[in-house]
């Protein structure tokens, strides 16, 4: 089982940054990637960033250059750090952890860009 729990999330004014954690725990097993999705009210929940236990990163497309994902590694502790924050980054982000074809979740944590 993996229990992930994220934080940081807050409300920060367009052009600011903000650094989102998530923590997970592990009862036996190794984690092979963890990252980040987020969804925006009326969406779909879509993906964001990933990093790899190899330390392998992805990002999507409108985040590129932006946002970085870090650790992913024995800690199973992922790092989320965003800047040049625009209102269309405004959502909930879910941190996620794959280990073979099983995701786990965490509960979500809130980014509010005003403009």
């Known amino acids: 089982q993996v229990h992930l729990v994220e934080s940081g999330g807050g409300l920060v004014q367009a052009g600011g940054s903000l650094r989102l954690s998530c923590v997970a725990s592990?009862?036996?097993?190794?984690?092979?990637?963890m990252g980040w999705y987020r969804q925006a009210p009326g969406k779909q929940r879509e993906f964001v960033a990933r990093?790899?236990?190899?330390?392998?990163?992805n990002y999507a497309d409108p985040v590129k250059g932006r946002f970085t994902i870090s650790g992913g590694n024995t800690r199973n502790t992922v790092y989320l750090q965003m800047v040049s924050l625009k209102p269309e980054d405004t959502a909930v982000y879910y941190c996620?952890?794959?280990?073979?074809?099983?995701?786990?979740w965490g509960q979500g944590t809130q980014v509010t860009v005003s403009s």
């Open positions: 996620y952890a794959r280990r073979g074809l099983q995701t786990y």
């Open positions: 592990v009862s036996n097993g190794d984690i092979d990637s």
């Open positions: 990093v790899t236990s190899a330390g392998s990163t």
